[in-house]
């Protein structure tokens, strides 16, 4: 009988310890408070910090509030500023944006990344955005978002190199590196492993039923390969 495989030993659990010593906090969106439904609120950010597991820095800022009932004057469209989307004209560049409001951030917030303000629909107090992935979704207009794009573009550009930066990169974030093939392995410690050169040798699909020991490869795959030509899809407005 074969040994336990990676997947089953990662399914019993153990003591869990995350690696967050150093990590300098939650990049999020301040609460919404009596300060800013009813002003705004001014800052200044006093510092760029690195957070190590981050692949972006994040801004330190300074804050006070200002109560004003005549907010909207204050409320410019500079790179920075955190205003709610329906106030935003049409082709905006936003991000770390709001999925429901008051959530402080969930949608565009990788580095690099950003949406896009489409169109608003006054009646029904919505707005339409492109999110980074090329998808449209429909929002609330009361959500707040961030005006610009998240820094760190490029990152994945530059090649790592060595195994070295690899392990530093992920020694700051989790305990998932390196991770060896299933190929590489031999016939009793992965059901991919084996043979004379390095290959599956059988279908790579498993049914979703399947014992956990043999449980590896495209599970419950609804099909496989390369997309190929154009396919149309009709958009939902929800």
């Given at each position: 009988?074969?040994?336990?495989?990676?997947?089953?030993?990662?399914?019993?659990?153990?003591?869990?310890?995350?690696?967050?010593?150093?990590?300098?906090?939650?990049?999020?969106?301040?609460?919404?408070?009596?300060?800013?439904?009813?002003?705004?609120?001014?800052?200044?950010?006093?510092?760029?910090?690195?957070?190590?597991?981050?692949?972006?820095?994040?801004?330190?800022?300074?804050?006070?509030?200002?109560?004003?009932?005549?907010?909207?004057?204050?409320?410019?469209?500079?790179?920075?500023?955190?205003?709610?989307?329906?106030?935003?004209?049409?082709?905006?560049?936003?991000?770390?944006?709001?999925?429901?409001?008051?959530?402080?951030?969930?949608?565009?917030?990788?580095?690099?990344?950003?949406?896009?303000?489409i169109s608003h629909n006054p009646e029904t107090k919505k707005s339409r955005v492109k999110l980074p992935s090329g998808s449209k979704k429909v929002i609330a207009s009361a959500n707040r978002a961030v005006v610009g794009v998240v820094a760190g573009g490029g990152r994945i550009d530059k090649p790592i190199l060595k195994a070295g930066r690899a392990y530093h990169k992920y020694k700051a974030k989790r305990n998932c590196w390196p991770r060896v093939r299933g190929v590489a392995m031999n016939p009793v410690e992965h059901p991919f492993g084996g043979g004379n050169h390095?290959?599956?040798?059988?279908?790579?699909t498993i049914r979703r039923d399947a014992p956990a020991g043999r449980k590896v490869g495209l599970i419950a795959a609804r099909r496989t390969g390369r997309l190929r030509g154009t396919k149309t899809v009709q958009e939902k407005e929800n």
């Amino acid at each position: 009988m074969g040994r336990v495989i990676r997947g089953q030993r990662k399914g019993a659990g153990s003591v869990f310890k995350a690696h967050v010593k150093h990590r300098k906090g939650a990049a999020k969106l301040r609460h919404i408070d009596f300060a800013e439904r009813h002003g705004y609120i001014k800052g200044i950010v006093k510092d760029i910090i690195h957070d190590p597991g981050r692949g972006q820095s994040c801004s330190l800022p300074l804050k006070a509030s200002i109560l004003d009932s005549l907010s909207t004057a204050a409320r410019k469209l500079n790179i920075g500023n955190v205003l709610p989307v329906g106030v935003m004209p049409e082709g905006t560049i936003i991000c770390c944006l709001e999925e429901k409001p008051g959530d402080r951030g969930k949608l565009a917030r990788a580095s690099g990344n950003y949406a896009t303000v489409i169109s608003h629909n006054p009646e029904t107090k919505k707005s339409r955005v492109k999110l980074p992935s090329g998808s449209k979704k429909v929002i609330a207009s009361a959500n707040r978002a961030v005006v610009g794009v998240v820094a760190g573009g490029g990152r994945i550009d530059k090649p790592i190199l060595k195994a070295g930066r690899a392990y530093h990169k992920y020694k700051a974030k989790r305990n998932c590196w390196p991770r060896v093939r299933g190929v590489a392995m031999n016939p009793v410690e992965h059901p991919f492993g084996g043979g004379n050169h390095q290959h599956i040798g059988k279908p790579s699909t498993i049914r979703r039923d399947a014992p956990a020991g043999r449980k590896v490869g495209l599970i419950a795959a609804r099909r496989t390969g390369r997309l190929r030509g154009t396919k149309t899809v009709q958009e939902k407005e929800n």
